[in-house]
DNA sequence: CAGGTCGGTCCGGATATCCAACGCAGTAGG
DNA sequence: CCTACTGCGTTGGATATCCGGACCGACCTG
């Protein structure tokens, strides 16, 4: 593959974003922990989802508790990184309920008795995040929005991290 | 594949689950939104690339606007419903730069002035929504946390969809 | 002992991905 | 006119991944 932006959201796609690790997020948070049960509520192949599992517990993201020994069983927890994940799946579920399904298969209560809906708010000031409400500075050279150039080009408005607008 | 759990998170995912597809929504997001400029910050095959934005249209998470014709060129424009999968790469991206990523390859500030930490919120009481703050109910007989049951086990306890704390 | 559960691994065939090369339409320069 | 170059793909063939099902060892249950 030649070479692409450097970026987190790729970073992070390598650990979740493989076909069913999201899913394996997903029962997990349902409670669900056993190899068996994942393979019959998730659908996936026996052998992908125990590669899935090992990936996910060797980057951190869960980890191999023994529930018992003789016969020696783990199941798979959520770590404190695993868990910030949660979010994630949520948002996922949200818009497949509005833009996808039908009638919504599970629904959610937040603690404060409303049923849930997830909004992405700013830690700072508190109010959603939304299209156009936000800048990005590229910290790295020729990665700003218009793409890797040829290192040496018009030799002006080089050198400092460009910025753009999202929406 | 066996039947599995119906889901709208498993919906999503068959819309942008597959390998690039969220990097080519950070890419349209970035203002990135021609398929040479793509192929180029991605680093992904030019033919996955094209099935990859095929399929973006086709599900209204993308739409394509001609921009010249003569040569005929269009460019691709993220939809309303694509515009709300921005919360999803914002948590992805955080998590990235949290547990993966050295040095985040790009920063951003929210319209309020600070550097933007997104957050999940309850729309209803605006508190973060965290594990163990909610309640999933099951829509659908047999697919609780349970997992598919044989259809008419222990007579009891059924029928009435069932729920559990997510965690 | 026979049968069942649990957590996998292994196998051969189907599918998806990858990469380089090509096509095609138009534009720019000479 | 001829050549070169750009933008956006498509095509072909090698490679990687996924798939379903069979199989396995360790254990428990009757």
Request: glycine fraction near 10%; charge should be positive; charged fraction near 25%.
């Amino acid at each position: 593959m030649a070479e692409a932006r450097p970026c987190s959201i790729a970073d992070a796609l390598a650990i979740v974003g493989e076909k069913y690790s999201l899913l394996v997020l997903r029962e997990v948070f349902f409670g669900v922990r056993r190899f068996e049960a994942m393979v019959r509520n998730i659908g996936a192949p026996r052998d992908i989802l125990a590669a899935r599992l090992r990936r996910l517990v060797e980057a951190g993201v869960l980890e191999k508790v023994a529930y018992s020994r003789r016969p020696l069983r783990h199941e798979y927890r959520p770590t404190a990184a695993g868990l910030e994940l949660q979010g994630v799946l949520h948002l996922l579920r949200q818009w497949g309920d509005r833009h996808l399904t039908g009638t919504p298969p599970v629904v959610f209560d937040h603690a404060c008795g409303a049923p849930l809906e997830a909004v992405v708010t700013c830690a700072s000031c508190g109010r959603p995040v939304e299209p156009g409400s936000q800048t990005a500075h590229f910290q790295v050279e020729g990665w700003g929005m218009g793409g890797r150039r040829p290192a040496d080009e018009t030799a002006e408005a080089q050198s400092s991290p460009s910025q753009a607008v999202l929406g």
